[in-house]
């Protein structure tokens, strides 16, 4: 055997071994998912229903802060008024399930649009407080109109027959979270996403390579907001009743988060965290109880308290040793999967 022929023989090999080895990383992505859902009944379906819920938020927060780079601290108010019209229309209206939830993604459109070019002058933290008003305001007027939201006892959200079991459902969110990668990956490869690329790394620069700034900055608005409402839809059906209290500031502040511990324009490393921080409040302080031995410090108040504080440690540690979030941690592995050399 020549030695071109033992080198190609081996390259051959090392083709073959590494798509196994991907396949099987996909294999076992996607039995991670499955197997909750198989095993874990309607406990776990609810849970699964939630992570997905909070990857698609954490999703539309990425298509704003992460492709277009504008700040959003009032992000509970796309996704509480989606929420809300969501159930508006299914439990007042009498509208079908289906047009509930695209009631949802455009009342969110509708509203990041509006907030959209009312802040299109302003920049950085300008534009944080922005947001962060109208997320404040929205608390307090938006989401206390009773005849909207139900006031303090909340608005009925029913589902529908075809998605009424916890199962069902949960198929549904995950359904609605691979269409929404889908489409930021194919927003990212696309012209429109080149542009955002270039309105994100500096505006005056992109504005002379013929991008239209303003355009594409409100184009980034209206479909985070778009996806954040159809989120907020899905998550209004998924409790059955919806809050104003499920959308105060500390979960706005919480989604953020998540978004920057998994990775800005990372979007397995969002999905991860997004599903870590969603699962978290539901999972650990069960854990601890079940632990046959409790250390002394900790007792049942502390259980739920350890999520938040948790929270804030791992931004700790992602802003000190890794920028770059749990994307950055996974870079390798995702390039490998892909068939990327580097």
Same mark, same amino acid.
């Given at each position: ?23 099987? %990383? ?27 819920? =909070? ?11 992460? @492709? ?6 009032? @992000? ?52 944080? +407080? ?36 916890? +199962?069902?459902?949960?198929? %549904?969110?995950?359904?609605? %979270? ?30 002379? %390579? ?5 355009? =594409?900055? !409100? ?14 839809? !899905?998550?209004? @059906? ?25 990775? !800005? ?37 502390? =259980? @739920? ?9 791992? !931004? ?27």
């Amino acid at each position: 055997m020549s030695a071109t022929t033992l080198v190609l023989t081996r390259v051959r090999v090392r083709t073959h071994l590494g798509l196994v080895v991907r396949v099987a %990383l996909i294999l076992a992505a996607l039995a991670l998912v499955a197997l909750p859902l198989v095993f874990g009944g309607d406990v776990w379906a609810q849970r699964v229903s939630r992570a997905a819920i =909070y990857a698609v938020i954490g999703l539309s927060i990425n298509t704003l802060t992460g @492709h277009a780079g504008q700040i959003s601290l009032g @992000h509970q108010a796309f996704v509480g008024i989606g929420a809300f019209s969501s159930a508006f229309m299914a439990s007042r209206l009498g509208a079908p399930f289906g047009f509930g939830l695209a009631g949802a993604a455009l009342a969110g459109t509708v509203t990041a649009l509006i907030v959209g070019m009312v802040a299109l002058r302003v920049k950085g933290l300008y534009l944080a +407080l922005v947001t962060l008003a109208f997320g404040l305001t929205a608390e307090t007027t938006i989401f206390n109109w009773r005849e909207f939201t139900g006031g303090g006892a909340g608005a009925f959200a029913p589902r529908s027959a075809l998605v009424e079991s916890d +199962l069902a459902y949960a198929l %549904l969110c995950l359904a609605v %979270l691979v269409v929404v990668l889908y489409t930021d990956w194919r927003l990212v490869s696309t012209k429109a996403g080149r542009a955002l690329t270039a309105v994100r790394n500096d505006e005056r620069i992109a504005s002379t %390579l013929g991008v239209d700034v303003t355009g =594409y900055k !409100l184009g980034a608005f209206c479909f985070s907001g778009l996806v954040a409402g159809l989120a907020g839809g !899905l998550f209004a @059906h998924w409790n059955q009743v919806v809050q104003a209290l499920d959308f105060e500031f500390q979960v706005a502040l919480l989604w953020v988060l998540m978004a920057v511990v998994g990775g !800005l324009r990372s979007r397995l490393g969002i999905v991860i965290a997004s599903s870590f921080f969603a699962l978290l409040p539901l999972v650990l302080p069960n854990f601890l109880a079940g632990l046959p031995w409790q250390p002394p410090f900790l007792n049942e108040a502390v =259980y @739920h308290v350890l999520p938040p504080f948790l929270v804030v440690l791992m !931004l700790l540690v992602v802003l000190r040793f890794f920028p770059g979030g749990i994307g950055q941690l996974l870079a390798p592995v995702t390039r490998f999967v892909k068939g990327a050399k580097r």
